[in-house]
């Protein structure tokens, strides 16, 4: 597969399986065209921003190998990290955005003072959210000749990075796009939610692996975002959560709904966008009634544009989303 190929390959390593899809373009969109999902031994991988994600690396190799001996095409892959793995922060900067070198330490201080310990040799990078002529964060503070940037920056440990990078690199395989399994999976989604169904104060909360992922947007611009483990479920990688972690879930959006839509008026007008579960938790559907929210649960089938496989059981596209959005990342 060259750098101009039609087929563009996702892989995502989840807490107990392996995910890898291959995407081929077509006019309007994309058909899934090859996957594989192979289920790791108990305790193989584990999430973590500042400890070893891959237990068993020789399991994982083995399984790799298999997967492209079959598919010898594939040179590059984008890789669907894990969210509980990096450390991510928005940040405001005013006038204009500084150098690299310089952007990074402002990314590193400020992930410091937010999770309250020090970040240690890590890789970096940044997406820019948004840019005005007024303060994302203050909304009192504008200025004529002044700029506001929004910036998400992201931190990963070099060893951590390392263990998703190696066995590709081992497989002369290229690691061509790295992001995180939650903004993938949002970018699949980013048509149907802004152009579809207009929306632009909504919540985001992607269900995934151990954890969960909650965005928060006013006027289109992420002005939130924040990841929590969930307690080990057996039911959770078929799309169900437990009674425990969905009041995780309902803390943290009710949390969210008060410090960002203070205004009640304003609150009925947000919708809250769900992914990764096969249905809506009865305790989140209380929440959104006494908050007055609308409540959309985000199902594969919805993928704009997207050719399903006759040969993917539904049940599998959960793990598999994570790698099809990584893959789809390449794409669009």
Sequence with gaps: MTLFSSLKAGLHIGKDYLSFAILKQKRGGFE???FELIFLSKNAVRHSPTESNILSSQEIRDHLQKVFADRPE???????????????????IK??????????????WNMEQKFVTEI???RFSHQLIGQSDKSFKNKAESGISKKYFLILGTAVLKNILAEYEGPLLSFQRIPKVINSASLNIF????????????????????????YFTLMVFEKKILQYIRTVGLRSSEDGMEGKIDENNQLKIVNEIETALQYHYRDAELISEVQLYMTGLREIPNSVLDAAGRHHLKVLLLTPRLFPGLDRNEL??????FQLSPAIAAAAGAII
Excluded: A, C, T, W
């Excluded at 890789?79 to 405001?92: A, G, N, T």
């Excluded at 006038?95 to 590193?108: S, T």
């Design 120 to 122: 240690g040799e890590s």
């Design 95 to 108: 006038n204009e955005i500084p150098p690299l070198i310089e952007l990074n330490q402002m990314i590193k």
């Design 74 to 92: 594939i040179k590059s892959i984008s890789l669907s990290l894990p969210d509980l793995s990096s450390r991510m922060v928005l940040i405001e």
């Design 32 to 34: 899934i065209q090859d």
């Design 187 to 210: 970018n699949l989604y980013h048509d149907l939610i802004f152009d579809q169904y207009k929306s632009e104060n909504f919540l985001f909360l992607s269900v995934l692996d151990n």
């Design 312 to 317: 993917i059981r539904n049940g599998d596209m």
